[in-house]
């Protein structure tokens, strides 16, 4: 079955190796390029998942989570971190601010679509 994500992050090439790997698996990908955009692009779509990076102008991704699980359709949906940062202290900010999971880059496509599969099935 085909699953919606959405890819937030302010670096194009991460946004095309995520959404080629997702889409590669037979999904569907959105993608934005921060926080604030992520939620334009939410207005009236259904999204199995969001994959955020933290580190972003605009809004970064604890912000981005913050907002969405404030959000009715997306109190519950798996939300997960996709950063550089590897940091304990970040990862529990992560979590307190709703993360589902966690991702350090570099990451090969395999461990991306296994950390999926463990969210989205």
């Known amino acids: 079955m085909v699953k919606k ?3 937030v992050d302010d670096s194009a090439s991460i946004r095309q190796l995520v959404s ?7 999904h ?5 390029e921060n926080g604030s955009d992520a939620l334009q ?3 009236g779509s259904k999204i199995d998942m969001v994959i955020t990076d933290l580190n972003m102008p605009d ?9 969405l699980r404030s959000m009715d359709d997306y109190r519950f949906s798996p939300i ?3 950063t550089t940062e590897s940091q304990e202290a970040k990862k529990q900010e992560g979590k307190r601010a709703g993360a589902s999971g966690w991702i350090v880059k570099p990451f090969s496509p395999q ?7 463990k969210f989205v099935r």
């Open 80 to 82: 997960l971190m996709l």
């Open 111 to 117: 461990q991306l679509l296994t950390v999926v599969r």
């Open 59 to 67: 809004m970064d991704g604890i912000e981005l989570i913050r907002k």
């Open 28 to 32: 569907e990908v959105l993608s934005a």
């Open 5 to 7: 994500f959405l890819v």
């Open 41 to 43: 692009k939410l207005s």
């Open 20 to 26: 080629f790997t997702l889409t590669e698996a037979g």
